[in-house]
């Protein structure tokens, strides 16, 4: 018996939009080829959405971490999203982290998120798809947890003995 898989289409070619944000994080498909063991046409083929051909065709974990170390997290950024949670880089030995910057941009990101609902609610009470697609809400509440998670990873480092600069 097969089970039906537990991605969408949707979620699949979400998945293929955020390898061509990888791929351009890394300067474009020839520079991402450079670092890693694919081509610049297989790159093409692992961010193409639209020719069935490819529906199936993804990028291998092992070529994803090669991109990710050279260009940052960009598409493990939007896959931890979509499983419902939030990428939190670690600090780096040695780097101190300002408690005041972190809660700032915590707060700052997390009245951003309330003021855009607010927003939609200021015309009849309530929120609607339209509401939060057009003020972008899904996208300021997952920056502001983003933003809450790092303050937390912070104290949970200073918890642990860290210096908490």
């Known amino acids: ?3 039906d ?3 969408s289409d949707h979620q699949r070619a979400a998945i293929k939009g955020l390898v061509r944000r990888q791929v351009k994080a890394c300067h474009g498909q020839e520079s991402a080829a450079s ?3 694919v081509g610049a046409k297989t790159l093409s083929d692992y961010g193409n959405a639209h020719t069935a051909k490819y529906a199936d065709i993804h990028m291998p974990l092992d070529v994803l971490m090669d991109l990710t170390l050279d260009g940052g997290p960009v598409a493990l950024i939007g896959l931890c999203r979509m499983a419902g949670g939030a990428f939190v880089p670690l600090p780096q030995p040695g780097e101190g982290s300002a408690w005041a910057v972190e809660v700032g941009e915590a707060v700052r990101k997390g009245g951003d998120a309330a003021a855009r609902i607010c927003d939609a609610l200021a015309d009849d009470g309530k929120v609607d798809a339209d509401e939060i697609v057009a003020h972008a809400i899904i996208e300021r509440l997952s920056d502001a947890i983003d933003a809450l998670v790092r303050l937390r990873s912070h104290a949970e480092e200073v918890a642990r003995g ?3 600069t």
């Open 1 to 3: 018996m097969t089970l």
């Open 5 to 7: 898989r537990a991605t």
């Open 35 to 37: 670092i890693t063991r």
């Open 162 to 164: 860290g210096d908490g």
